[in-house]
């Protein structure tokens, strides 16, 4: 047996930046894991989320949150569960919880994750994304699958001006080049 | 002398200077200014040339529907051509020049085109240069488009850069002027969520232009107040340099925002955005256009409209001329008298319509000089202010195909049938066309969409003006005049062109147009419509209504085709997809191809390989003799759980899949439910209630959307769920004779002999200590093989240990050329086969085709296309004489058969060359083909010119039995 | 335009894909004595209507959800939006 050992590595290199008013960071400490729900099986699949985690189900616009785990809507029957990973909260913990009442799959690597924050992250989504983020209508904890630059983007409000974008890991430079251009082009 | 025509007044601050050039000239402007104010201030009446005759033409307007000052703006790569000076703001450094003349401005030599102005009417083309025939390609089109258009391009490629975006309110309110504000005002206090949007820099419309009263205050210092009120409130945005230019369905509306168009210099952000905008409702406040009349030679500089005269003399306090004429239909003309006078211009004299006078010509060469009256009379003047009316601007109500109505009592049409859904209109642009009726009419109605949305927010009270008065006759057309009179000043068509389109029998408004291309231009006939409709009405002895008029469709003013690219330029066009291994590829050599989004490694070049072909041949030998390695990454994977998975994979392949053992997989052919071949992959249990499917990596995207189309249109009630895990994880094919032995060194305890782990196993296991990782024993190029598959996270770090390990068996990396090397080699199909006209007949796989379920094409298998004796079916190909290269493409015939398509055999549908048979070999569909191996035909190829003898065999040109892959 | 999804609100129609005739959802058995015609039938002919039409379209860029949208075709009007399943399993499909 040959003595490797392999390292992660993030898909942008753990990126951390500010332009203009907008802070971009990859987050690599988030493990993402999809629950489907079985057929028939909706009862039982909330009820394990809430003995698990105390976590409520989310609603098709609205992701939920309770103590470190986030459950995001994805389908009418799937969500994805986002969660920092700790000691006793790993990859293999969640899949076990969940066992026989959702159907579950590793996402962690699927996926891109881009945090915009700060006073003009508002204002450079403007730029790419067609889903009103108006307080109002999408407030703190919402949550919206769409398109920004062709590309499928997962979208929650995480803070006023804080938000959580997921998008596929294979295109994360042309979606970070998307992002990042917006932030600049709105740049006072 | 500088400015020498600037006058008291005005909204421009003139405690700042400005600098700029027109034609190569320094003069002076001062912010607040147009291009086009300035230039008058500066005494600059000349402005550019006509489109066809080449005639002197000056500013006509003080709007966007400018049909005469037209000019380039920059220079160099950021040179634009026919912009408006009446719309351009005035910047420091700012840099233009006239257009369209040969020669200097002032001494155009093409100016003998308007000599030559009997011989270009309408229609002069169409009529003259249809003969002789060979002469127009050589001759005639060279000539014409070295003369036609305007301005000119730069040629360079655009250094701007562009944006989109993507806006929300309640409601979106066009135009800022007197409607447009009173509606923000009502609307922004009820709470609503409002857009306010102006093309215009300074927002306030005709307020700015106009001596009225609102509220006790001068219009502009009523519109400066309320947009003051309005900037303070949260749910209120301001849109200025914006223009609305296309009504979209379900409340979408497209605006172009002018970001740093006026500025000297953009530093580097967006020159213009293009927004679109969702909205709830939307008001049209875009006001009216003024229009001209029809009289002898109304094209020379200093005839302008009377609007546009009281807008450079209150707005931007410029004198157009120091003795002015004023030829009016209507009272508001006559207001423009009014206001010259009270700024102490001359006024020459008054020349009402309605009261029998008329202008029948006008002379002065570069420039307004004299004006002639009916009843020989004529007049002094340096300046003429025409007003024909007013024209409400319906162009947006009509994007959506509604039509105008037309109303007499204004002599104009307004928005008539049905508006876009949401839509409403106030103010001017609905024919409202008084002052304290628009700005009621625009807060009652922002008020009722408050209403209608449910803000019982206060609107406040309506702003107060009083209502001047409004008479207005229709006069169209001085038919005394025995001059040219023109009717669209930007495509120089005049009244005679529209009698003689009528005359010629163009007379449906849309032949009329087409027919002397009134309207046509880049104003689309902002000014110049109603005029001509009112000419042809006239010819025709028909009403205006009954005349009709053409359709208005987006955009309202033109868009750059570089803010309809937005970001989608260069690279940028559409997003670009990465292998995990990319930036080891990189590093190794690697020269990549686009597959779909997709960059994959094609081959990797060594120092001393002097093409392609050598590196190529090298990763097919290298794998083949030991072991090569592939980043298959970008093939689909698609997770689907649930206790129905294995009956739905069942109903959507169409070979079986219910009884596939946990730890196996096996290949699935998917069809399209016309029987033939959708997509092919692999799809491997690992749970009685877990599967992967495998799809092509250009069918991915598709397959998933059948499948989720499978899953909840045709059987809903089935336990199915699907995730798309692609991008999920880095899997590399390890091929070859010494692919057990490396896999053995990278995975952790577990038996890789035949029979712990054979053919079409699959299994969960760990590599390198303790990397969770999937291992598939499935073979693409006909080899023992092995797919390894590792989170993508690892990805990098895998390639590269899997490398080092690699060196002891020489492993060689390889790219999509040899992974196509050996699968024709193999004869297993690929696009080139599976081209949406094959069907499992074809490829050999009848057999495979479940004839015992219903499956997604179980019903259209037999159709007598597919049943046919005489059938194609895959062969493979060898050349006859070993040292000939193939030809994809090339149809097969029989020797001695003509090349026509009655002998037409079949067709190469794959060609390479095999290092190990050492020739070129090919697949191809043959009609009755699997019974003909050993015939010799013809491969004809009349495009490469290549006519050779090729012998068919069976596809599989290496390993017919599958000894290697299941060694 | 804008799809009004029953579970997400309005939605730009970019978001989406379009597929055609809600009536495919009409799979008839691919088995039996008359399942050829019938197929046959099912792929090939579709009615174009100018006016009201029932469509099929897939909330790709969204929730994957493949939605049944009545749309008027000769203004674009959308007058109701529901999810495929729903209509799916109200014509009686099951599984």
């Not at chain 2, 700029?20 to 104010?37: C, I, K, V, Y």
């Not at chain 2, 967006?270 to 927004?275: A, E, G, K, N």
């Not at chain 2, 040219?484 to 930007?490: C, E, I, K, S």
């Not at chain 2, 499956?855 to 040292?883: C, K, W, Y």
Request: charged share 20%; with cysteine; hydrophobic share 40%.
């Amino acid at each position: 047996m040959a003595d490797f050992s392999l390292k992660a590595a993030p898909v942008l290199g753990g990126l951390d930046l500010s332009i203009g008013q907008c802070k971009l960071v990859e987050r690599t400490d988030i493990a993402l894991i999809s629950a489907a729900v079985p057929l028939d099986g909706r009862t039982a699949f909330e009820a394990r989320l809430k003995t698990e985690w105390n976590l409520d189900t989310p609603s098709p616009a609205t992701s939920t949150r309770a103590g470190p785990m986030r459950a995001i809507p994805m389908t009418a029957d799937q969500m994805m569960l986002a969660f920092e990973p700790g000691p006793t909260l790993t990859e293999a913990s969640v899949h076990a919880a969940l066992d026989s009442d959702a159907y579950t799959t590793t996402q962690t690597d699927a996926w891109v994750i881009l945090e915009l924050s700060g006073a003009g992250a508002t204002t450079a989504l403007e730029r790419i994304c067609p889903v009103d983020l108006d307080a109002e209508a999408f407030p703190v904890n919402g949550a919206a699958r769409t398109t920004m630059e062709h590309l499928g983007v997962l979208i929650v409000r995480l803070g006023t001006d804080c938000f959580l974008l997921l998008s596929a890991r294979s295109s994360a430079q042309s979606f970070l080049h998307a992002v990042e251009i917006s932030c600049d082009w709105t740049a006072p | 002398m500088s400015q020498q025509n600037r006058i008291d007044g005005g909204q421009i601050d003139r405690t700042a200077t400005l600098n700029f050039q027109f034609n190569e000239r320094w003069m002076t402007a001062h912010p607040g200014d147009t291009l086009a104010s300035a230039l008058l201030a500066n005494n600059v009446r000349l402005v550019g040339r006509s489109f066809k005759y080449h005639r002197p033409r000056g500013i006509f307007s003080a709007g966007s529907e400018e049909p005469n000052a037209l000019v380039q703006l920059r220079k160099g790569a950021a040179l634009e051509p026919n912009t408006r000076a009446t719309t351009i703001e005035m910047f420091d450094g700012l840099y233009a020049t006239s257009q369209n003349h040969r020669g200097s401005l002032e001494r155009d030599i093409l100016a003998v085109n308007d000599l030559l102005s009997p011989f270009l009417s309408a229609g002069f083309y169409y009529k003259t240069f249809m003969w002789p025939r060979a002469f127009w390609e050589k001759l005639y089109e060279p000539i014409i488009r070295a003369a036609a258009g305007l301005g000119r391009l730069s040629g360079q490629e655009d250094p701007d850069c562009y944006d989109k975006g993507f806006l929300h309110c309640d409601v979106l309110i066009i135009g800022a002027g007197a409607a447009g504000l009173a509606a923000a005002l009502a609307a922004g206090r009820a709470g609503l969520k409002v857009i306010l949007a102006d093309e215009d820099f300074r927002m306030g419309g005709r307020l700015n232009a106009e001596t009225f009263e609102v509220d006790g205050k001068d219009s502009a210092s009523w519109a400066l107040a309320a947009l003051a009120e309005l900037s303070a409130m949260a749910n209120v945005r301001l849109m200025r340099r914006t223009t609305v230019y296309g009504a979209f369905d379900h409340g979408v509306y497209g605006a172009l925002e002018r970001m740093t168009d006026h500025l000297p210099d953009s530093g580097g952000k967006p020159r213009q955005v293009l927004w679109r905008i969702y909205s709830k409702r939307a008001i049209l406040a875009g006001g009216a256009t003024e229009r001209s009349m029809a009289f002898g030679n109304n094209d020379r500089p200093g005839v302008m409209l009377a609007g546009a005269v009281r807008t450079y003399v209150n707005r931007f306090g410029v004198a157009p001329g120091r003795n002015v004429a004023v030829f009016t239909n209507n009272d508001d003309g006559l207001r423009t008298a009014d206001d010259l006078r009270a700024k102490g211009i001359n006024v020459t004299r008054v020349i009402d319509a309605r009261k029998g006078d008329v202008v029948v010509n006008t002379t002065g060469r570069k420039g307004l000089h004299t004006v002639f009256l009916n009843g020989d009379r004529h007049v002094e003047a340096d300046c003429l202010a025409v007003s024909g009316g007013w024209s409400p601007n319906v162009h947006l109500t009509c994007h959506h195909r509604g039509r105008p109505t037309w109303r007499e009592d204004i002599a104009g049409f307004v928005p008539g049938g049905e508006l876009p859904p949401g839509m409403a209109v106030a103010g001017a642009a609905a024919g409202t066309m008084t002052l304290a009726a628009t700005l009621s009419q625009a807060h009652e109605t922002a008020a009722s969409i408050a209403a209608d949305l449910g803000y019982s927010g206060a609107t406040g009270a309506p702003p107060k003006a009083d209502d001047e008065t409004f008479a207005t006759a229709p006069f169209w057309h001085v038919k005394e005049s025995k001059h040219r009179a023109w009717v669209d000043l930007q495509n120089d068509v005049t009244t005679k062109d529209v009698t003689q389109s009528h005359r010629e029998g163009f007379r449906s408004v849309e032949h009329l147009k087409r027919y002397t291309t009134l309207g046509m231009a880049t104003d689309q006939g902002k000014t110049s419509n109603m005029l001509g409709l009112a000419v042809m009405a006239d010819a025709s002895g028909k009403t205006i209504p009954e005349t009709g008029t053409t359709i208005f469709r987006p955009p309202y003013t033109p868009v750059p085709l570089g803010a309809l690219a937005g970001r989608a330029r260069g690279k940028n066009f559409r997003p670009t997809r990465l292998t995990p291994s990319h930036t080891w590829a990189a590093e190794n050599g690697a020269s990549f191809v686009e597959t779909g989004a997709w960059m994959r490694a094609e081959w990797y070049a060594r120092p001393g390989e002097t093409g392609w072909r050598d590196s190529v041949d090298r990763e097919v030998l290298a794998t083949r003799q030991s072991v090569g390695i592939c980043d298959v990454s970008t093939l689909g994977k698609i997770d689907i759980q649930g206790r129905d998975a294995a009956e739905f994979l069942n109903k959507v392949y169409a070979n079986a899949f219910l009884k596939l053992p946990v730890g196996k997989v096996r290949y699935g052919l998917m069809l399209r439910e016309d029987g033939t071949v959708y997509d092919d992959g692999t799809t491997a249990r690992l749970g009685e209630t877990h599967f992967v499917m495998t799809t092509t990596t250009a069918n991915a995207v598709l397959v998933f959307r059948n499948l989720e189309f499978a899953r909840q249109c045709l059987w809903p009630d089935l336990d199915v769920h699907l995730i798309s895990t692609t991008d999920a994880w880095a899997q590399f094919s390890v091929a070859g004779p010494n692919s057990r032995a490396l896999m053995q060194e990278i995975v952790d305890d577990l038996d890789l002999s035949n029979e712990a782990f054979p053919f079409m196993a699959c299994t969960d296991c760990t590599v390198f200590g303790g990397t969770p990782a999937r291992l598939f024993r499935i073979s693409f190029s006909g080899e023992l093989a092995y797919e390894i598959a590792v989170p993508a996270r690892y990805g990098d770090a895998m390639i590269r240990a899997v490398m080092s390990v690699g060196k002891a068996f020489d492993l060689a990396p390889y790219g999509t050329e040899a992974l196509g090397v050996m699968r024709i080699e193999k004869g297993h199909v690929a696009g080139n086969e599976l081209n949406g006209q094959t069907d499992a007949r074809m490829i050999g796989l009848q057999g495979m085709v479940s004839r015992k379920k219903d499956f997604i094409g179980a019903a259209l298998l037999d159709r007598p296309e597919q049943v046919r004796e005489d059938g194609l079916q895959l062969v493979g190909l060898r050349p006859v004489v070993t040292d000939v290269i193939l030809t994809a493409g090339a149809h097969f015939l029989s020797p001695g058969d003509p090349e026509d398509m009655t002998h037409d055999q079949g067709w190469m549908t794959s060609v390479a060359y095999s290092p190990e048979l050492g020739h070129s070999i090919g697949l191809g569909f043959l009609k009755r083909g699997a019974a003909r191996h050993g015939e010799n035909l013809r491969a004809y190829s009349p495009i490469r010119g290549q006519d050779i003898m090729v012998k068919v065999c069976s596809p599989h040109h290496l390993d017919p039995e599958g000894v290697r892959q299941r060694g | 335009m804008i799809i009004n999804h029953p579970l997400l609100g309005p939605r730009d129609a970019a978001e989406f894909v379009y597929l055609g005739d809600a009536n495919l959802i009409n799979r008839p058995e691919g088995l039996g004595d008359n399942a050829e015609d019938a197929m046959y039938d099912h792929v090939y002919l579709r009615d174009n209507p100018a006016g009201i039409h029932r469509e099929l379209w897939y909330h790709e860029q969204g929730d994957r959800s493949w939605l049944v949208v009545t749309r008027n075709t000769l203004t674009h009007e959308v007058t109701s939006v529901e999810l495929a399943r729903d209509v799916a399993r109200s014509m009686g499909r099951s599984r």
